[in-house]
C-alpha cells in the first residue's frame, strides 16, 4: 500500500497551502495507528514537522512549525491533512506524508524518527516566495 500526497505548489509568505494525503484503494483508518508528516530541504536531511494519533486529538509539532501547521485526519474522507498558515521562506521544502501502523507515543522523540513510520507518500514540493 503506497500513499499519495498532493496539494503542494507555489505560495507568498504569509500564505496558507494544505496538504493532502490518502491511500488509494484501501481504507486509512483500518491500518494507521499514527499519521505524520515530514519535509526535505534541498541539501539537509528530512525533519519531522507533526504527527497525530489517527483517532484521537493528539498531535506534537516540531518547534518551527507550532502554532502555524495542523495535522487532521478524516476518516469518511480517507484522508489526511497538513493545514500551513503564515508560510514562511524557510517552509520551502518536499513535504512527506507517513504512516505508522503499529502503536507508537507522539509524544515521544520516537514519533519524530523517520525510521520509525511504516509507509510513505511520494512527496509534494511546497515553495515559499519571499
Known amino acids: 500500500v503506497q500513499l499519495q500526497a498532493s496539494g503542494g505548489g507555489l505560495v507568498q509568505s504569509g500564505g496558507s497551502l494544505r496538504l493532502s494525503c490518502t491511500s488509494p484503494g484501501r481504507l486509512l483508518k483500518t491500518f494507521v495507528y499514527a499519521a505524520a508528516w515530514f519535509r526535505q530541504a534541498p541539501g539537509k536531511v528530512r525533519e519531522f514537522v507533526g504527527v497525530?494519533?489517527?483517532?484521537?486529538?493528539?498531535?506534537s509539532y516540531a518547534d518551527s512549525v507550532k502554532g502555524r501547521f495542523t495535522i487532521s485526519t478524516d476518516s469518511a474522507e480517507n484522508m489526511i491533512y497538513l493545514q500551513m498558515d503564515s508560510l514562511k521562506s524557510e517552509d520551502t521544502a518536499i513535504y512527506f506524508c507517513?504512516?505508522?501502523?503499529?502503536?507508537?507515543?507522539?509524544?515521544?522523540?520516537?514519533?519524530?524518527?523517520?525510521?520509525?513510520?511504516?509507509?510513505w507518500g511520494q512527496g509534494t514540493q511546497v515553495t515559499v516566495s519571499s
Open positions: 497525530k494519533h489517527w483517532g484521537g486529538p493528539y498531535a
Open positions: 507517513a504512516v505508522r501502523t503499529r502503536p507508537l507515543a507522539v509524544f515521544t522523540n520516537a514519533a519524530r524518527q523517520p525510521s520509525n513510520y511504516d509507509k
